[in-house]
């Protein structure tokens, strides 16, 4: 490749993520995917991500109560269908959503599920505690429900 195509492709990701900020999509420092999840959750819900960056157990605060987000991009192959979540019995969590894009961020799958029926089917491993996203079939919000939402728009094929 040329370095001029490269070149331009990265200024052009960074003016696009300078421009994220701009408009509080991206707030802080972690990553992008992240990110883009809690502000599609707080958006949803109309709620309030957590003022720090790394707060403990919960990202949204809505009216509904507060929201832990996991959030994941996935390549076409990966076959991994879990997230990693700490099973902790006082967590100020009331529901988790879960978010699933593929490599190019269109939405794949969308999980609303109440805290105490995930932390219930949480598994411990060896490295993390996980809740695997087939065990939340119940919990799957169907895409078609979502096209007529404006801010999903650009997340649907």
Known sequence: MENNIIQKALKNYFE?????RNLGILINSKDFTSQLGEWIVESYFKGKRAENGIQKHWDI???IGKIQVKT?????????????INKIET?????????????????????????????????????????????LKKYKIALSELKENELFNCFLD
């Open 91 to 135: 967590a100020e969590i009331d529901f988790v959503v879960i978010i699933v894009f593929n490599k190019d961020y269109q939405l794949k799958e969308l999980y609303q599920a109440p805290w105490d029926i995930v932390f219930e089917k949480i598994r411990q491993h060896s490295d993390a505690d996980r809740i695997f996203w087939d065990d």
């Open 16 to 20: 696009a993520l300078k421009e994220l």
């Open 61 to 63: 605060e809505t009216n």
């Open 72 to 84: 994941h991009a996935k390549a076409d192959k990966t076959s991994a269908r879990w997230s990693n």
